[in-house]
Antibody
Framework: EVQQLESGGGLVQPGGSLRLSCAASGFTFSDYAMSWVRQAPGKGLEWVSSIGGSGGSTFYADSVKGRFTISRDNSKNTLYLQMNSLRAEDTAVYYC????????????????????WGQGTLVTVSS | DIVMTQSPDSLAVSLGERATIYCKSSQSVLYSSNYKNYLAWYQQKPGQPPKLLMYWASTRQSGVPDRFSGGGSGTDFTLTISSLQAEDVAVYYCQQYYDTPLTFGGGTKVEIQ
């Protein structure tokens, strides 16, 4: 059974940092591109970032480029999102999401859709 | 960026009746080399993460009831629930994966009339 468990969310002041983690199980983690998608309270879905299975290719939304860094540790089956210079508008539930296609975008551009999502972790940026 | 526009914002349908949701992309998401539409549909119930319903615009994800169907091509797409059930109350989102940034529609809330 595929499971994805996010952690690391919480309350942080504007300008602060957080690192989110997503521990995955039930599939060969290194074979699949992974992404972060966020949802502000009461709002719709916004793609944040994607990473290929090998970790060699990464992509970001303009709204987070230069502030957020996606990475993965395939030996630990874990996806990360390092978030720096946080703003109030980054307040959201952050979901990790898996692309269903094995060995897709290992080194190229990841045009992903998502078959499994974690339960999400809430990040609140407020003073 | 490809803008995804869903309509209506909300929809109230009687149990057993048909519900149709529309999604329009600002440019075609049909890839000419493989004739596939890079369009997915998700269902999100309150307090839950989204659930994949459809991909390639009309391929049903495993386990999704066959009352759900996806259609359309190019820039205009539909998600149809042929006979609405109580458990279908949710917000539905379309998403294009033709280009980055990956973008979602604003969502359509489906309720029971």
């Amino acid at each position: 059974e595929v499971q994805q468990l996010e952690s690391g969310g919480g309350l942080v002041q504007p300008g602060g940092s957080l690192r989110l983690s997503c521990a995955a199980s039930g599939f060969t983690f290194s074979d699949y591109a992974m992404s972060w998608v966020r949802q502000a309270p009461g709002k719709g879905l916004e793609w944040v970032s994607s990473i290929g299975g090998s970790g060699g290719s990464t992509f970001y939304a303009d709204s987070v480029k230069g502030r957020f860094t996606i990475s993965r540790d395939n030996s630990k089956n874990t996806l990360y999102l390092q978030m720096n210079s946080l703003r109030a508008e980054d307040t959201a539930v952050y979901y990790c999401a898996k692309d269903p296609r094995p060995n897709y975008c290992s080194s190229g551009v990841c045009y992903s859709f998502f078959d499994y999502w974690g339960q999400g972790t809430l990040v609140t940026v407020s003073s | 960026d490809i803008v995804m526009t869903q309509s209506p914002d909300s929809l109230a349908v009687s149990l057993g009746e048909r519900a149709t949701i529309y999604c329009k992309s600002s440019q075609s998401v049909l890839y000419s080399s493989n004739y596939k539409n890079y369009l997915a549909w998700y269902q999100q119930k309150p307090g839950q993460p989204p659930k994949l319903l459809m991909y390639w615009a009309s391929t049903r994800q495993s386990g999704v009831p066959d009352r759900f169907s996806g259609g359309g091509s190019g820039t205009d797409f539909t998600l149809t629930i042929s006979s609405l059930q109580a458990e279908d109350v949710a917000v539905y989102y379309c998403q294009q994966y033709y280009d980055t940034p990956l973008t979602f529609g604003g969502g359509t809330k489906v309720e029971i009339q």
